[in-house]
């Protein structure tokens, strides 16, 4: 599967930003989905998952109540929406898609991987 990431931009702090993740090549309608982060100097990190049929949307705590991920399984596409952004938020965003049909907080459950897309928020 081939991700590509769209969206990522510079914005200022408290403004909305979405993501998209498109995939290419074998569709990934019937994998989970996840949105990974990595700020300069640091690991990556999860962000958000969902299931294959859009069900247990989870978040990590930094983003819960921010972000919400969501899917349009009929296009094979995943998307972020992005609200409040704060410069903490400021990383490369990365979209995967799972080994099976349920989404995970764990990179290692993730077989396919975006180049990313940079969010820059300014203070």
């Known amino acids: 599967v081939q991700l590509v990431e769209s969206g990522g931009g510079l914005v200022q702090a408290g403004d909305s930003l979405r993501l998209s993740c498109a995939s290419r090549?074998?569709?990934?309608?019937?994998?989970?989905m996840g949105w990974f982060r990595q700020a300069p100097g640091m690991e990556r990190e999860f962000v958000a998952s969902?299931?294959?049929?859009?069900?247990?949307?989870s978040y990590a705590d930094s983003v819960k109540g921010r972000f919400t991920i969501s899917r349009d399984k009929g296009k094979s596409t995943v998307s972020l929406q992005m609200s409040s952004l704060k410069p903490g938020d400021t990383a490369v965003y990365f979209c995967?898609?799972?080994?099976?049909?349920?989404?995970?907080?764990?990179?290692?459950?993730?077989?396919?991987w975006g180049r990313g897309t940079l969010v820059t928020v300014s203070s």
């Open positions: 995967a898609a799972s080994r099976g049909s349920l989404g995970s907080s764990r990179m290692e459950n993730y077989s396919s």
């Open positions: 090549g074998r569709a990934s309608s019937n994998n989970g």
């Open positions: 969902i299931d294959w049929d859009g069900g247990r949307p």
